[in-house]
T-cell receptor, first 111, second 114 residues
Framework: GENVEQHPSTLSVQEGDSAVIKCTYS??????FPWYKQELGKGPQLIID?????GEKKDQRIAVTLNKTAKHFSLHITETQPEDSAVYFC??????????FGAGTRLFVKA | SAVISQKPSRDICQRGTSLTIQCQVD?????MFWYRQQPGQSLTLIAT?????????ESGFVIDKFPISRPNLTFSTLTVSNMSPEDSSIYLC???????????FGPGTRLTVL
């Protein structure tokens, strides 16, 4: 079955710097890759997603890139702000109802 | 996106008792999902609930321990039965919305078992 690995587990950046979180997946049939942000005491919130027919997608300060050949995808946050501090989860889906999540990255943005 | 609510938001329970968690969504959805998130961990799928049929459970989860109801297209319940301290977790409901592979999550139910 699908396996998603996520790195790093913890990331600390200075406010205004960029943050990059990387994930790899094992199932070449995976074609949908969402990213979730989970703030303390809340449920995961879908922040951006990308499908396998696209190499990059951007939404304001966040962007996601996908390399299907290498089976890895990344989340990029530019101009980080303290409110970006949260746990971020990558995930992969083969087009059905089952989504496999990475282990999560705890991002700290220091003011 | 769909608006999803869960009740209760948190509870503290005694071992051996059961708790039923409710999930309500403001739109009709095909599938509803129940996840468990242990402290500091990722999300683990418990089961998938389709309206009008029995829930489909993932490996390691059984219906006797986690019975699920899905009476209509906007509501589902998850019961955690005969609880032990190991059941202390956040339980999350999610729904597919817009497309089968896109999931939106509720706020979660934080369960502590003493």
């Amino acid at each position: 079955g699908e396996n998603v690995e996520q790195h790093p587990s913890t990331l600390s950046v200075q406010e205004g710097d960029s943050a990059v979180i990387k994930c790899t997946y094992s199932d070449s049939a995976s074609n949908y890759f969402p990213w979730y942000k989970q703030e303390l005491g809340k449920g995961p919130q879908l922040i951006i997603d990308i499908r396998s027919n696209v190499g990059e997608k951007k939404d304001q300060r966040i962007a996601v890139t996908l390399n299907k050949t290498a089976k890895h995808f990344s989340l990029h946050i530019t101009e980080t702000q303290p409110e970006d501090s949260a746990v971020y989860f990558c995930a992969a889906n083969t087009g059905g109802f089952k989504t496999i999540f990475g282990a999560g990255t705890r991002l700290f943005v220091k003011a | 996106s769909a608006v999803i609510s869960q009740k209760p938001s948190r509870d503290i329970c005694q071992r051996g008792t059961s708790l039923t968690i409710q999930c309500q969504v403001d739109s009709q959805v095909t599938m509803m999902f129940w996840y468990r998130q242990q402290p500091g961990q990722s999300l683990t799928l418990i089961a998938t609930a389709n309206q009008g049929s029995e829930a489909t459970y993932e490996s390691g989860f059984v219906i006797d321990k986690f019975p699920i109801s899905r009476p209509n297209l906007t509501f589902s319940t998850l019961t955690v039965s005969n609880m032990s301290p190991e059941d202390s977790s956040i339980y999350l409901c999610s729904v597919d919305y817009e497309s089968p592979d896109t999931q939106y999550f509720g706020p979660g139910t934080r369960l502590t078992v003493l």
